[in-house]
């Protein structure tokens, strides 16, 4: 019988050089396997707790205090001894830590430390069945390859403010396979640099996901411009490539204001709300994410009541992959998405659940990476497991958004695979 031989955390750098956590886990018969978790900047205020050093014990100068020596310190001395010498099981494994800390948000022990050990587990446990995470969940029939959703301009806490909004993405929604969707992306994310160029923009400084930190004031300018580029390409913007929009209103509300860096306006939420049916108005837009503050419940319940046509709406700092917020959500009707991030939850199990009561509820799932993110690809493991149906990494530079992209492709190839048509009519 195989089991858990030792389970080791230890601290390495995220893609913007912050550390974060890792670990290795081994089991009796000689197998191992690290992984990484990854980390936001724009975070929701109801995310699992993110446990960096600041000034404790564990804090290191060189680090500014966000190493994470003390969530390693948690994984080796509190976790470990749970979870050394058990079969590797999902389910079993998640159990074990949250018996260590029944709080929601992972207070005690901390999400960034409770993630790396459940994923771990989990590769653990596809390891014992001799499969994928993938395979383990989905033993027989073809895997969902998710729709991608890309990042071409990015703004906000991603790219120093260069626009109010986050990012401006594509969904390549017309392709017939994965492999179309991303070269459809990256003919758009490399034809809007050459534009931006030709227009006297700075193109050359890349965002945190690896968009264009273009400053366009007006999110309708960033809109219009991705339109004329998904033109230009010569995609057609209804029918193949539709525009998404990561709004993060969260970071920029204050007071039950909304304040545009941009114009230097403010807007109630209602003036914020016409804003956004405007956008949607005026542009292709599939996918909204974020178009309101994360605790400003009754602007989303009452934007979606006021929707003139279908379009998904998807929770990420509102929802946190939390179940409560999600079974608020679904019962005020404040979105109609969520967005899937196993880090804001803290537990891979935990996150299933989420996912789950999301789709019973006829809400679409968008698994997501975080802003700061390593090459590690269990994000896509998980995603195809889950059959999520749709997947944002960030865009189409970096190896650490690459890596997943990357590992598409290769399951595309290798495996027997459908690909997932969330927003065919
Ligand atoms: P974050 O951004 O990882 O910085 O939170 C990603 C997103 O908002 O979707
Ligand atoms: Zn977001």
Not at 166 to 175: K, M, N, R, T, W
Not at 225 to 248: H, N, Q, R, T, Y
Request: net charge negative; proline share 3%; with cysteine.
């Amino acid at each position: 019988m195989i089991t858990i031989k030792s389970l080791v955390g230890f601290q390495i750098l995220d893609s913007r050089g912050r550390p974060t956590v890792a670990v290795r886990i081994e089991t009796t018969d000689g197998w191992y396997k690290s992984v990484a978790v990854p980390s936001g900047a724009s975070t929701g205020a109801h995310e699992a707790v993110e446990r960096r050093d600041h000034g404790g014990a564990f804090a290191e100068k060189f680090y500014g205090g966000n190493s994470v020596y003390g969530a390693v310190h948690i994984i080796n001395t509190v976790i470990a001894p749970n979870i050394v010498g058990a079969v590797p099981d999902i389910n079993e494994i998640d159990n074990a830590i949250n018996n260590l800390d029944a709080t929601t948000r992972h207070e005690v022990l901390g999400g960034n430390a409770t993630l790396a050990v459940s994923l771990a587990g989990a590769y653990a446990a596809a390891h014992r069945a001799n499969s994928s995470i993938a395979r383990l969940l989905n033993p027989t029939g073809a895997l969902l390859l998710p729709m991608p959703m890309v990042n071409i301009l990015s703004g906000g806490a991603h790219a120093a403010g260069a626009m109010d909004i986050q990012d401006v993405l594509v969904i390549p929604h017309g392709a017939q396979n994965f492999e179309q969707a991303l070269s459809w992306s990256v003919a758009i994310r490399e034809c809007a640099a050459a534009l931006g160029k030709e227009r006297g923009f700075i193109t050359n400084l890349v965002a945190d996901e690896g968009g264009l930190g273009i400053p366009f004031s007006r999110t309708s300018d960033a809109c219009a411009f991705l339109l004329e580029v998904i033109e230009k390409v010569g995609l057609k913007p209804e029918s193949e490539v539709g525009i998404a929009l990561d709004i993060a209103a969260t970071q920029f509300y204050r007071d039950g204001q909304y304040h545009s860096r941009a114009t230097k306006q403010s807007y109630s939420s209602s003036e914020w709300s016409a804003l956004m049916l405007e956008l949607i108005r005026d542009f292709p837009i599939l996918s909204i994410e974020d178009p309101f503050a994360e605790d400003d419940w009754s602007a989303w319940s009452g934007f979606m009541s006021s929707l003139p046509r279908q379009l998904q709406v998807v929770g990420d700092d509102h929802f946190t992959t939390n179940l409560q917020r999600l079974q608020r959500g679904a019962k005020e009707a404040s979105a109609n998405s969520i967005l899937i991030k196993a880090n804001q939850n803290g537990l891979v199990s935990d996150t299933a659940q989420v996912l789950k009561a999301a789709n019973a509820n006829g809400f679409s799932t968008v698994v997501s990476a975080r802003s700061g993110e390593t090459a590690d690809t269990w994000l896509v493991d998980l995603a195809v497991g889950w059959r999520a149906g749709q997947i944002k990494v960030g865009s189409t530079h970096g190896s650490e958004r690459s890596a997943k992209w990357n590992y598409l492709l290769e399951l595309e190839k290798f495996e027997e695979t459908t690909f997932a048509q969330p927003f065919k009519k």
